[in-house]
């Protein structure tokens, strides 16, 4: 069987609109086909549960940017809530790093919707945070180094994404995804082969990790890197942003096979 992880910012969903109908043809072919979608994202379980409803689907989510997973048989019980952990992190910052890192937890309902370009009920999900912490930091290269060599002290580390840099523990979307694909390797009489898609710096371990990857263009960040793995043919590329780029490398992959 194939299970398809995907990004959602800048990948099924468009940068500036967060729609993803020009990848309903694409979503469509999957459900036709049987073939499970899990949702990759820096977005909590509180914003990514409506547009798995919405799509239709109802499969395990990787959630904060792979702090933590979602949808998934005994996971739930058993993570921890990091959110709390890096708000007294922050909080305990001694000069001249105090105040250098803003993040959602900072931020009113409005502030994230004006950061984001979320709606405020979308804002207002996006802060039900349990596993990280995105935002901004605004120091120099020197304050970064040692705000990240503090974050590694205390086991966790920070992730750059399309548009926020996510403080979370050391993991990944690609180690959660190796827990999906064990799930289905678990339920599954069939070999198991994973895609992912995604267009940020933080989908690239997963896009390496698996089987296929497709980096879909944004051309709101500089295209990510060309690694051993996508000159030897497993990673390729969207010639169209976002959903319309996703929608197209899905279908192609539906129509003519793994």
């Not at 398809?4 to 940068?15: A, S, V, Y």
């Not at 990759?40 to 959630?63: F, N, W, Y």
């Not at 000159?231 to 010639?239: A, C, Q, T, V, Y």
Request: glycine residues 8%; proline residues 6%.
């Amino acid at each position: 069987m194939i299970v398809i992880f995907t990004d959602l910012d800048g990948t099924l969903l468009d940068h500036e609109t967060y729609s993803y109908d020009a990848a309903l043809p694409a979503l469509a072919a999957l459900r036709a086909g049987g073939i499970p979608l899990v949702l990759a994202s820096s977005k909590t379980e509180a914003e990514m549960r409506p547009i798995a409803d919405a799509i239709g689907i109802d499969h395990p989510m990787i959630v904060e940017n792979g702090a933590g997973i979602a949808n998934l048989s005994g996971h739930d019980a058993k993570e921890s809530n990091h959110f709390d952990s890096l708000r007294r992190f922050l909080q305990a910052l001694p000069e001249p790093l105090a105040g250098l890192f803003q993040g959602f937890g900072d931020w009113s309902v409005e502030e994230v919707a004006a950061r984001t370009g979320l709606p405020p009920a979308a804002a207002r999900l996006a802060k039900h945070r349990r596993f990280s912490e995105p935002g901004l930091f605004s120091g120099n290269a020197q304050q970064k180094a040692e705000f990240c060599a503090r974050l590694d002290a205390i086991g966790c580390q920070a992730v750059q994404g399309g548009r926020f840099l996510t403080l979370m523990p050391k993991t990944s979307k690609a180690e959660r995804m190796a827990e999906v694909i064990a799930h289905y390797r678990d339920i599954s009489s069939e070999p198991v082969r994973s895609v992912a898609l995604g267009d940020a710096p933080n989908d690239l371990a997963m896009l390496e990790a698996a089987d296929r990857g497709f980096i879909i263009a944004n051309p709101a960040h500089a295209p990510l890197p060309v690694t051993e793995r996508e000159r030897l043919g497993f990673i390729s590329r969207s010639r169209k942003a976002g959903p319309e780029g996703w929608n197209e490398r899905i279908l192609q992959l539906v129509e003519t096979g793994f």
